[in-house]
């Protein structure tokens, strides 16, 4: 019976409210033989659930390497506020929309007791390298759609720089310091004089070591003979 569309015999038909609705059923044959009636309750639930919230939990944080890619990013969703129950379902979504292979998963009474879920974005899901916008939705068990949580903003970086240029070539320093150009931001390793120094470019892309007062990541340093 579509309640939606039916005409009734008698009465008027009036919406049913987010409770307990009674209903009574009653069957009659070709005969005009009539049961009685079969009663019963319809519960109505036109809540939905709230929104979640998600963080990412690579090493880079909202930066997503080659490596991380590959082996399948994970974001959590946080479940606190959304009233979640087991048997909802949560759906990860991708600029607002479902992911080429859609990841969703139906929460279990163990994921809402720990109030967080999850998801393993595979490899090739994020598409192009590029920026990216995460959102979730949780949806009850009757088809109450949450709000989208707040977006989790990721950026995908699989595109290894290039070789680093090392500028000092020739100097009459046994200490010198060594300069050298490479990707904007990125972080530069120099092995130099039996050590190994950790260093960043600028944002132009020039990068500095002074191996006469940098501390070394390993190693030891030797002052350069001639």
């Known amino acids: 019976l579509d309640t939606s569309s039916a005409t009734p015999d008698s009465g008027s038909f009036s919406a049913l409210s987010g409770a307990t ?26 809540t939905p659930p709230g929104a979640a919230s998600l963080a990412a939990t690579e090493t880079q ?10 082996s399948g990013v994970a974001v959590v969703a946080t479940l606190a506020g959304t009233n979640a129950v087991a ?20 929460l279990t009474a163990a994921e809402v007791t720990a109030g ?15 920026a990216k ?12 759609v949450g709000a989208a949580s707040p977006a989790l903003a990721l950026t995908l970086d699989t595109t290894a720089p290039g070789a680093a240029v090392i500028s000092t070539t020739a100097t009459n320093n046994t200490s010198p310091t060594i300069s050298g150009t ?21 944002g132009s892309g ?7 007062s940098a501390t070394p990541d390993s190693g030891s340093f030797s002052a350069l003979s001639g």
């Not at 990860?92 to 292979?101: E, K, R, V």
């Not at 967080?116 to 590029?130: H, I, M, N, P, R």
């Open 21 to 46: 609705n009674a209903i009574s059923v009653t069957v009659t044959d070709l005969a005009g033989n009539t049961s009685s009636a079969a009663t019963g309750n319809i519960e109505v639930d036109i």
């Open 61 to 70: 944080g909202s930066l997503i390497n080659a490596a991380e890619e590959t």
């Open 87 to 106: 048997g909802d379902t949560i759906e990860l979504l991708l600029d607002g929309s479902a992911f080429s292979t859609p990841i969703i998963h139906v």
């Open 116 to 130: 967080s879920y999850t998801f393993t974005v595979s490899t090739g899901l994020l598409g192009a390298e590029g």
């Open 133 to 144: 916008s995460l959102t979730t939705v949780v949806t009850d068990a009757v088809g109450n």
């Open 182 to 202: 490479a990707e904007a931001n990125s972080s530069v390793t120099v092995t130099v004089g039996g050590a190994t120094y950790s260093v960043t470019a600028d």
């Open 206 to 212: 020039n990068w500095e070591l002074d191996t006469s």
